[in-house]
């Protein structure tokens, strides 16, 4: 590596931290939400609310992610403010109070349908002032760091914190979620408030030096912003884009093997490994282990991509990742302590998935800029999430579909036959999840943008001195 691509540690860990807000915010929405609406709010017999706003919710992501990137892309440098600082700067305010409104539900009614209404308007908010935040923050990534030599360099640090940035959103489970022994339903409402509250306050401490410091926007030349397409144009040459499309079907499948772990997860332990109360921390503390040997292993990931090249790295760890979920299948009652090791090496695939995601996209941003002489990485991280949202409707698919099957009544308690739940609790944390990673190393299998190919398009891209630093 020539000492010209070494990127400045200040620089890669200022915007290393980016990933702090980006993540503890979303995770915490993974992680809390949907068991605190489901086990707390609505419960036995009303959990159907739940599936019924995730739905929707999902449904509006489809609108709101490739509109809020085009309106970035199509956005004119605003001063000193640049472009992507703008749009960071108006929706982090609004990012932050949205934490704490997620877990204050100012009602308590016999129907639930107020408490359903609450539900449907704030994690929409909530997602669009994510979604503001997080398009931007991609979109400057691929724009600041403008080789894979300094966006590997640049993404252990991001992915690093990011896993910091989840362990944050993790802190509110080593707590209770759901009402049972001596906790209350009333008791939970009242804590989760000040989860919440105590979530504004990261999300604020660490999203405030990001923006001021961590950001350095290149001065955008008119005639470069005239080459910008129009919304409906720009929507039709991404969508067109084969190797993009490959890429973000694996994304979402990636996506699809990290919400149902995470979503599920809780529940395993709960009723398949029955970790007795006293135990209960080993959820949390299996989960922070899998987060830690994570960013552990993101130097390894850094090697093998560069020694292999990043498609194919993250393709030997999807198949790793698949060997690594089987344990899970064959876990049974009272097997916690194993479960924690299990849980623990997960992190080997969720490191290396973490890592290469960003650094494709990138080289696919970077083609595209090839083509058309101007970085269009708001439009693609926007559809990009516009389709990788698609994963949690499968999760939450998934989950509705397998449960069906069984006689769980909702509510956090479930009434059961054994092994019914525990056969479909199994499948959704092992089968279903393995699915997802062949699917991925599938459609990795024929993305082109690789080897010889990626050379010459890094070739060509120098044409565009513009583009470079």
Same mark, same amino acid.
């Given at each position: 590596? $020539?000492?010209?691509?070494?990127?400045?540690?200040?620089?890669?860990?200022?915007?290393?931290?980016?990933? *702090?807000?980006?993540?503890?915010?979303?995770?915490? =929405?993974?992680?809390?939400?949907?068991?605190?609406?489901?086990?707390?709010?609505?419960?036995?017999?009303?959990?159907?609310?739940? /599936?019924?706003?995730?739905? +929707? /919710?999902?449904?509006?992501?489809?609108?709101?992610?490739?509109? %809020?990137?085009?309106?970035?892309?199509? #956005?004119?440098?605003?001063?000193?403010?640049?472009?992507?600082?703008?749009?960071?700067? *108006?929706?982090?305010?609004?990012?932050?109070?949205?934490?704490?409104?997620?877990?204050?539900?100012?009602?308590?009614?016999?129907?639930?349908?107020?408490?359903?209404?609450?539900?449907?308007?704030?994690?929409?908010?909530?997602?669009?002032?994510?979604?503001?935040?997080?398009?931007?923050?991609?979109?400057?990534?691929?724009?600041?760091?403008?080789?894979?030599?300094?966006?590997?360099?640049?993404?252990?640090?991001?992915?690093?914190?990011?896993?910091?940035?989840?362990?944050?959103?993790?802190?509110? #489970?080593?707590?209770?979620?759901?009402?049972?022994?001596?906790?209350?339903?009333?008791?939970?409402?009242?804590?989760?408030?000040?989860?919440?509250?105590?979530?504004?306050?990261?999300?604020?401490?660490?999203?405030?030096?990001?923006?001021?410091?961590?950001?350095?926007?290149?001065?955008?030349?008119?005639?470069?912003?005239?080459?910008?397409?129009? =919304?409906?144009?720009?929507?039709?040459?991404?969508?067109?884009?084969?190797? =993009?499309?490959?890429?973000?079907?694996?994304?979402?499948?990636? /996506?699809?093997?990290?919400?149902?772990? +995470?979503?599920?997860?809780?529940?395993?332990?709960?009723?398949?490994?029955?970790?007795?109360?006293?135990?209960?921390?080993?959820?949390?503390? $299996? %989960?922070?282990?899998?987060?830690?040997?994570?960013?552990?292993?993101?130097?390894?990931?850094?090697?093998?991509?560069?020694?292999?090249?990043?498609?194919?790295?993250?393709?030997?760890?999807?198949?790793? /990742? +698949?060997?690594?979920?089987?344990?899970?299948?064959?876990?049974?009652?009272?097997?916690?302590?194993?479960?924690?090791?299990?849980?623990?090496?997960?992190?080997?695939?969720?490191?290396?998935?973490?890592?290469?995601?960003?650094?494709? &996209? @990138?080289?696919?941003?970077?083609?595209?800029?090839?083509? &058309?002489?101007?970085?269009? $990485? @708001?439009?693609?991280?926007?559809?990009?999430?516009?389709? &990788?949202?698609?994963?949690?409707?499968?999760?939450?698919?998934? *989950?509705?579909?397998?449960?069906?099957?069984?006689?769980?009544? @909702?509510?956090?308690?479930?009434?059961?036959?054994?092994?019914?739940?525990?056969?479909?609790?199994?499948? +959704?944390?092992?089968?279903?999840?393995?699915?997802?990673?062949?699917?991925? *190393?599938?459609?990795?299998?024929?993305?082109?943008? &690789?080897?010889?190919?990626?050379?010459?398009?890094?070739?060509?891209?120098?044409?565009?001195?513009?583009?470079?630093?």
């Amino acid at each position: 590596m $020539s000492k010209e691509e070494k990127v400045p540690f200040k620089e890669k860990f200022l915007f290393g931290i980016s990933a *702090i807000p980006d993540q503890t915010t979303y995770q915490a =929405f993974s992680l809390l939400v949907f068991t605190f609406y489901f086990s707390v709010i609505f419960g036995e017999g009303t959990g159907h609310f739940v /599936w019924i706003g995730f739905f +929707i /919710w999902s449904i509006w992501n489809m609108f709101n992610d490739p509109i %809020l990137g085009a309106l970035s892309e199509r #956005t004119r440098q605003k001063g000193k403010l640049g472009k992507r600082r703008f749009f960071l700067i *108006i929706s982090i305010f609004p990012l932050t109070i949205s934490m704490f409104f997620l877990f204050y539900v100012p009602f308590n009614t016999a129907t639930k349908i107020p408490e359903f209404i609450y539900f449907l308007i704030v994690i929409i908010l909530f997602e669009f002032f994510y979604t503001l935040f997080d398009v931007n923050v991609n979109a400057v990534f691929p724009e600041q760091f403008t080789t894979e030599s300094k966006r590997a360099q640049t993404n252990v640090y991001v992915k690093g914190l990011t896993v910091f940035g989840i362990i944050l959103a993790s802190i509110p #489970t080593l707590g209770p979620q759901s009402p049972k022994g001596s906790v209350t339903a009333t008791q939970l409402r009242n804590l989760f408030p000040f989860w919440g509250l105590y979530l504004a306050i990261v999300v604020a401490v660490f999203a405030i030096p990001f923006i001021l410091k961590g950001i350095k926007e290149k001065d955008e030349l008119e005639e470069q912003f005239e080459k910008r397409p129009g =919304f409906i144009e720009s929507l039709k040459i991404t969508l067109k884009n084969k190797n =993009f499309v490959k890429f973000v079907i694996a994304n979402t499948m990636i /996506w699809y093997v990290f919400n149902t772990l +995470i979503t599920i997860f809780p529940l395993y332990f709960e009723h398949v490994l029955k970790v007795p109360e006293d135990l209960a921390f080993l959820k949390t503390v $299996s %989960l922070l282990l899998a987060l830690i040997v994570a960013a552990l292993v993101l130097p390894f990931h850094k090697w093998l991509g560069k020694k292999v090249g990043m498609r194919k790295a993250l393709m030997i760890t999807m198949g790793i /990742w +698949i060997v690594l979920l089987v344990p899970y299948f064959f876990l049974f009652d009272g097997m916690y302590y194993f479960g924690l090791v299990v849980t623990a090496i997960q992190g080997i695939g969720l490191g290396g998935a973490l890592f290469y995601v960003d650094i494709i &996209h @990138g080289d696919i941003i970077d083609e595209d800029a090839c083509k &058309h002489g101007v970085k269009r $990485s @708001g439009c693609f991280y926007g559809i990009n999430a516009f389709i &990788h949202r698609i994963s949690t409707i499968l999760t939450m698919l998934t *989950i509705f579909i397998v449960f069906s099957g069984t006689s769980w009544a @909702g509510g956090y308690t479930p009434i059961y036959e054994e092994g019914t739940v525990v056969l479909a609790l199994k499948l +959704i944390i092992f089968i279903f999840p393995a699915i997802g990673c062949a699917i991925a *190393i599938l459609f990795f299998k024929y993305y082109t943008l &690789h080897g010889e190919n990626l050379e010459n398009m890094r070739k060509k891209l120098e044409e565009y001195p513009e583009l470079l630093d």
